[in-house]
């Protein structure tokens, strides 16, 4: 089985040499620039890991190296997040059977080199927020580091084949894809700008002032990087939210987020008639970018009487004949070993179910499209306040108008401060790093007029119907 | 069950915009502007932070005061240039040239409407159509008379002649393979 998409309206897939990987012994085609989980799933493989004690299948969710669904034994290394691990030639792959009480143990040696590194700004996540952090703390003349544990820069821009809504400002018309593209080759004209992809934050240590985190050179060859730094933007983005239902944890239910990872970014089919749950605009731009990869998406359903996304959006793919589907939700997701099929129905006002709605579905996958939980962790561990707001996603930092934390010399940015957009993003970038970099001491002069009108972009931007919400929760994190 | 025993319901709530919606919000122009010239007929009522067809249009035609406002036409300024059908990152505009049939094919009765499309098979010059209305109503067949791929956006427009009467209905089109 090949689930790759070889023909696209919009993406070229640039696939690397041919490698050859085992999955418990069988042998695998892969491509160079594939990683380990996007080219088991190309091969028809939906069953990554087993729960501890129930031992049910699991398979990917998130596929951007969040969740722990996608961790098996690569090479005798136990709990590797394949998902964000490049496939090499010749690499072992092997289920795990559970996760052990005790710590599992690597079958060969592990290479630890540890290295210390100072920087003015240290920024973590290149996505659409960090990249633009890093582009203007480095017009500050700063020494600036930007991590990201992934081995692609980027962030989610690099999954987004439409093109943008917002302003010039915000990239408006262009394709995310292609922003990615710009923003990552400005980033790389900056001497004084060091990337470090494949790099994950594991801790930061208050007292010393340390971050820590180890970068993969290789599967098994790892650096512990110790950064200090003037100040910090965080820029970890979200993780997708779970929805709770039977058969919600079978291989082929994934976060739609993951889907669009699996399509746009490796041209893998995630399933060939999935059912998408949630009809926000993130539900309905992945059935379209779906249909662009040759995907018959059943319908898109919602518990809400009212499409939380862009009218244009939905339209968008009720003119292709993609069903949306209010006050609809899902009974349950069933199937051996994997989605065979789903059970939806109906609610009135008061979201009971209607007696005699429901409807088999025959879909080989289900995609949650059901909101982000910003991925506020190290904010914590770095001594932020946090706030439970629901109208931004969950746990959310507190922060001042130019995006500082309560922690000393933390600055915020992108889904991370509030589950928004990339438009968003790149402007709070903009914002927080220029903050950082005026708190580390950097040449802001020229800087603070742009800082200035990103933060009256944003009001203004903010200021329509679809933000009322938003404004709402950002009044109860503003210091 | 399969997608098409589904029937969604015919609502804004569900991404179901009508020509009596867009006419009410000011986006469909007087039949005497239509007869005489090619202009967008655009999706979007909502206020929402979009500006890329204000930003492109050449002539400002596209009146916009503020990021969230919905755009309204200028339908005298208007020359039909497509680019803001190009440009609209909702795929939302359609240029319907009700005028094309009798002025250019000296054939009256058929329109030219431009419809921006990015998905395969991307239909060619001379491609029969399965034409469809806001809501995947089938409308018409219809013949794909002219492609364009915009150079700055990437998007491609299908022009494609149908009967006048159903151009303002017209949104999404489908090739109709050969047996």
């Not at chain 1, 491509?31 to 129930?54: C, D, H, K, N, P």
């Not at chain 1, 996760?99 to 659409?128: C, F, M, N, Q």
């Not at chain 2, 009146?63 to 680019?83: A, H, S």
């Not at chain 2, 909702?90 to 009700?98: C, D, E, H, S």
Request: neutral net charge; aromatic residues 6%; contains cysteine.
């Amino acid at each position: 089985m090949d689930r790759r998409v070889w023909e696209h309206p919009i993406l070229k897939f640039d696939r690397g040499r041919e490698l050859f990987i085992s999955m418990n012994g069988k042998t695998i085609k892969a491509f160079e620039g594939e990683t380990v989980a996007v080219a088991l799933y190309a091969a028809g493989i939906m069953q990554f890991s087993y729960s501890s004690v129930r031992h049910r299948p699991r398979g990917p969710f998130c596929m951007i190296g969040k969740c722990s669904q996608c961790f098996m034994r690569v090479n005798g290394i136990p709990h590797v997040r394949t998902c964000i691990t490049p496939v090499e030639d010749r690499m072992v792959v092997e289920v795990e059977s559970g996760h052990d009480v005790d710590l599992p143990t690597p079958s060969r040696p592990i290479e630890v080199v540890p290295i210390k590194k100072h920087y003015d700004v240290v920024i973590v996540g290149a996505g659409p927020a960090g990249l633009k952090a890093a582009i203007k703390a480095g017009e500050a003349g700063l020494k600036v580091a930007v991590l990201d544990q992934s081995p692609y820069l980027g962030g989610q821009l690099i999954k987004q084949t439409h093109k943008f809504f917002g302003t010039k400002e915000s990239y408006a018309g262009m394709r995310g894809i292609d922003i990615a593209k710009l923003l990552i080759s400005q980033v790389k004209e900056f001497d004084n700008i060091d990337l470090y992809s494949q790099a994950t934050v594991v801790g930061y240590y208050k007292k010393e002032g340390v971050l820590l985190a180890y970068q993969m050179e290789k599967l098994g060859v790892y650096k512990l990087l110790n950064f200090t730094a003037k100040s910090f933007v965080i820029a970890t983005g979200a993780m997708e939210k779970n929805l709770i239902f039977p058969g919600d944890d079978l291989p082929g239910v994934m976060g739609a987020g993951a889907a669009q990872t699996l399509m746009n970014v490796f041209g893998v089919k995630p399933a060939d008639k999935p059912l998408i749950i949630g009809a926000g605009n993130v539900g309905v731009i992945v059935a379209y970018q779906a249909a662009q990869a040759g995907i018959e998406v059943k319908a898109v359903i919602d518990i809400v009487s009212k499409s939380a996304a862009y009218l244009v959006h939905s339209s968008k793919i009720r003119r292709m004949g993609i069903p949306i589907l209010m006050r609809h939700t899902i009974r349950e997701a069933y199937g051996n070993g994997r989605v065979e099929g789903a059970v939806i129905y109906q609610v009135d006002d008061k979201f009971q179910p209607i007696r005699g709605s429901e409807v088999d579905l025959d879909v080989d996958g289900v995609w949650l499209a059901v909101g982000l939980s910003p991925s506020v962790e190290l904010l914590e561990l770095m001594g932020a306040d946090i706030k439970f707001v629901p109208e931004l996603g969950g746990y959310v930092p507190l922060r001042s108008r130019i995006l500082e934390t309560t922690a000393q010399n933390v600055f915020i940015a992108g889904d991370v401060s509030s589950i928004e957009e990339a438009s968003t993003a790149m402007m709070e970038g903009t914002i927080a790093g220029i903050s950082a970099a005026e708190k580390a001491g950097g040449n802001v002069e020229k800087l603070l007029e742009e800082r200035k009108n990103a933060v009256l972009w944003l009001d203004e931007f903010r200021s329509g119907p679809h933000y009322k919400r938003i404004k709402e929760g950002l009044q109860k994190v503003l210091l | 069950m399969s997608r098409e025993e589904i029937k969604p319901q015919k609502t804004l709530e569900s991404g179901y915009v009508t020509i009596e919606d867009l006419a009410k919000a000011g986006m469909i122009p007087p039949m005497e502007v239509l007869e005489r010239k090619a202009v967008p007929i655009i999706d979007d009522i909502e206020h929402i932070p979009c500006t890329p067809c204000y930003d492109v249009c050449p002539t400002k035609a596209i009146i916009m005061p503020t990021m969230n406002d919905p755009p309204k036409v200028d339908w005298e300024k208007c020359t039909g240039c497509t680019l803001c059908a190009q440009a609209c990152p909702g795929l939302a505009i359609t240029i319907v040239n009700m005028a094309f049939g009798k002025n250019v094919l000296k054939r009256d009765g058929l329109a030219l409407v431009s419809i921006p499309y990015e998905l395969i098979p991307i239909p060619k010059k001379g491609d029969k159509v399965r034409v469809y209305d806001r809501g995947h109503s089938f409308l018409t067949e219809g013949e794909v008379y002219s492609v364009i791929k915009s150079p700055k956006f990437g998007t491609v427009l299908v022009n494609v002649l149908v009967p006048k009467e159903v151009a303002l209905d017209v949104k999404f089109v489908e090739v109709i393979k050969d047996e």
